[in-house]
């Protein structure tokens, strides 16, 4: 089984600051990661994906993520926030020799709420 | 361009009533999935259909049950609803078996059981 660890609930920054949201997790197993983001009132939609390769992986909207197996972390970060970031941020992992239908069935963590103030 | 609608988008219940929340997907997904979102929880697996004909049991299935009406409409049945299972409930489709974790959702289905 997996878990899943944000480590703040609520990061609240000023427009223009550098973030970082801590994603840890737990696994018996290889995993793929993922950092989804989820606007008010909207649905969930993938912001970036480790499966493989280069342990920094870039995604929309200007974040990236950094993938740290020593230390079963994957912490997203933009140098430079908006107020139009202003969302909840959820980390999710996927047992990577789960295949086929398996690749649906996502473990999330809790939610890190990003309050950007201008 | 549609991609994965929910209905009804709110609703209310009392204890005891039942509810069908219905799932469509416009993008020729072989998979879909329902999630429930509570506060400080994240999203937990209730069901998932592989593929259509297809469903099986995910982390949280108690209380409900499912139907893969075609490949495009998958729905979930409260049948007698509970407080417990007051939540926002997501649906979502994946393309192919083999591309790991990208989800796509729908706007979420806000219950509340009185």
């Known amino acids: 089984a997996q878990s899943v660890t944000q480590l703040d609930s609520q990061v609240p920054v000023f427009e223009e600051a550098p973030v970082e949201l801590r994603c840890n997790y737990s696994?018996?197993?290889?995993?793929?990661l993922f950092w989804y983001v989820q606007y008010p009132n909207q649905g969930l939609q993938l912001l970036l994906k480790y499966l493989s390769g280069s342990t920094l992986v870039k995604g929309i909207n200007g974040f990236e993520a950094e993938f740290n197996k020593s230390q079963t972390s994957f912490h997203l970060r933009k140098p430079s926030v908006h107020i139009s970031d202003t969302a909840e941020y959820f980390c999710?992992?996927?047992?990577?020799?789960?295949?086929?239908?398996?690749?649906?069935?996502?473990?999330f963590g809790q939610g890190t709420i990003l309050t950007v103030h201008p | 361009n549609a991609g994965v609608t929910q209905t009804p988008k709110f609703q209310v219940l009392k204890t005891g009533q039942s509810m069908t929340l219905q799932c469509a997907q416009d993008m020729n997904h072989n998979s879909m999935y329902w999630y429930r979102q509570d506060p400080g929880m994240g999203l937990r697996l209730i069901y998932y259909?592989?593929?259509?004909?297809?469903?099986d049991k995910g982390e949280v299935p108690n209380g409900y049950n499912v139907s893969r009406l075609n490949k495009r409409e998958f729905s979930l049945r409260l049948e007698s609803a509970a407080p417990s299972q007051t939540s926002v409930y997501f649906c979502a489709s994946k393309a192919g078996r083999t591309i790991p974790g990208e989800l796509f959702f729908g706007e979420g289905s806000r219950l509340t059981v009185l």
């Open positions: 696994s018996s197993v290889s995993v793929y």
């Open positions: 259909s592989a593929s259509e004909g297809t469903t």
């Open positions: 999710a992992v996927n047992p990577s020799n789960a295949g086929g239908t398996s690749y649906g069935k996502l473990t």
